[in-house]
Nanobody, 127 residues
Framework: HVQLVESGGGLVQPGGSLRLSCAAV????????IAWFRQSPGKEREGLAA????????????YYADSAKGRFTISLDNAKTTVYLQMNSLKPEDTAMYYC?????????????????WGQGTQVTVS
């Protein structure tokens, strides 16, 4: 079982930055895919970025959606228990609830339905 707790959301002006954190209580020796998604009202949940959290062999592999490339960066702390999403040059259209998700069997480009464990979400508002 994996518990995920997001933090770091808030209100930011256009052009500003935020760093979201996803603290994972898990067996970090396992090869978990950890991903960031977001969802706005009336829209489908959108994948942004993902990486493998457990096992040093995999942590260099990352995935970014087109909407995140060049502005967002996913990273993992040295203990491999917290995943970050650094978001720069934020735009009003980035306003959404942001979620992290993890799954042992998922790939880093998999859709939301392939991820079993989810955090509660953190709201990001760009205005």
């Amino acid at each position: 079982h994996v518990q995920l707790v997001e933090s770091g959301g808030g209100l930011v002006q256009p052009g500003g930055s935020l760093r979201l954190s996803c603290a994972a209580v898990q067996d970090t020796t396992k090869r978990n895919a950890i991903a960031w998604f977001r969802q706005s009202p009336g829209k489908e949940r959108e994948g942004l970025a993902a990486m493998y959290g457990g096992g040093a062999t995999y942590t260099e592999r990352t995935y970014y959606a087109d909407s995140a490339k060049g502005r967002f960066t996913i990273s993992l702390d040295n203990a491999k228990t917290t995943v970050y999403l650094q978001m720069n040059s934020l735009k009003p259209e980035d306003t959404a609830m942001y979620y992290c998700a993890a799954d042992v069997l998922a790939g880093i480009q998999d859709p939301p339905s392939n991820f079993q464990f989810w955090g509660q979400g953190t709201q990001v508002t760009v205005s």
